[in-house]
């Protein structure tokens, strides 16, 4: 009895474990697939651009006049443009970027705020496909390594049903 109690509960924590994994894939999956649907655009006024020194993971800070967060270019947009051409952002210059529609409200509130598109007048510096496609990029090693462990979850609860109907059917022989 107690050994059947422990097999389902196994197979109830392997069950929670796959569909949390698979949550986490699809999560990835629509998070690299943004569009002018669900991003947000805005303007801002250039104060000061801060990019990531030598020894550190490229990504670069926008500091902005209206905003109290920085504008973050993550570290996947960062290693795939030219940061040259934020380093040449001069102050009071006008920045259009966009945003995940689902940040807007961080605006204000948090340090920094992920920016998936951003253009000056003079220069489009990356696009929403761009930032796509440098999302996939980075996530796809992670999105093989997460449907890897939860198939391996899917075997594991395949394997614990089978052990608990044996255990079922050899108490009646």
Same mark, same amino acid.
């Given at each position: 009895?107690?050994?059947?109690?422990?097999?389902?509960?196994?197979?109830?924590?392997?069950?929670?474990?796959?569909?949390?994994?698979?949550?986490?894939?699809?999560?990835?999956?629509?998070?690299?697939?943004?569009?002018?649907?669900?991003?947000?655009?805005?303007?801002?006024?250039?104060?000061?651009?801060?990019?990531?020194?030598?020894?550190?993971?490229?990504?670069?800070?926008?500091?902005?006049?209206?905003?109290?967060? #920085?504008?973050?270019?993550?570290?996947?947009?960062? *290693?795939? $443009? !030219?940061?040259?051409? /934020? %380093?040449?952002?001069?102050?009071?210059?006008?920045?259009?970027?966009?945003?995940?529609? #689902?940040?807007?409200?961080?605006?204000?509130?948090? *340090?920094? $705020? !992920?920016?998936?598109? /951003? %253009?000056?007048?003079?220069?489009?510096?990356?696009?929403?496909?761009?930032?796509?496609?440098?999302?996939?990029?980075?996530?796809?090693?992670?999105?093989?390594?997460?449907?890897?462990?939860?198939?391996?979850?899917?075997?594991?609860?395949?394997?614990?049903?089978?052990?608990?109907?044996?255990?079922?059917?050899?108490?009646?022989?």
């Amino acid at each position: 009895m107690i050994y059947k109690k422990n097999i389902i509960i196994v197979i109830i924590f392997l069950t929670i474990l796959f569909v949390g994994m698979v949550g986490v894939l699809v999560y990835t999956s629509l998070a690299g697939k943004l569009t002018e649907g669900n991003t947000t655009a805005y303007t801002a006024t250039v104060r000061k651009v801060q990019v990531a020194g030598a020894g550190q993971p490229p990504h670069a800070e926008i500091i902005t006049e209206e905003y109290t967060n #920085s504008l973050y270019v993550t570290e996947s947009v960062a *290693e795939n $443009i !030219d940061l040259n051409i /934020l %380093k040449k952002i001069n102050p009071r210059q006008k920045v259009f970027f966009r945003i995940k529609t #689902s940040k807007c409200s961080l605006l204000n509130k948090v *340090e920094f $705020i !992920d920016i998936v598109a /951003l %253009k000056t007048n003079d220069a489009d510096i990356f696009s929403l496909a761009q930032y796509n496609q440098f999302f996939n990029q980075a996530a796809f090693p992670a999105k093989i390594a997460g449907a890897a462990v939860a198939v391996l979850f899917l075997i594991l609860q395949i394997r614990m049903l089978l052990r608990l109907k044996n255990t079922n059917k050899s108490r009646f022989c």
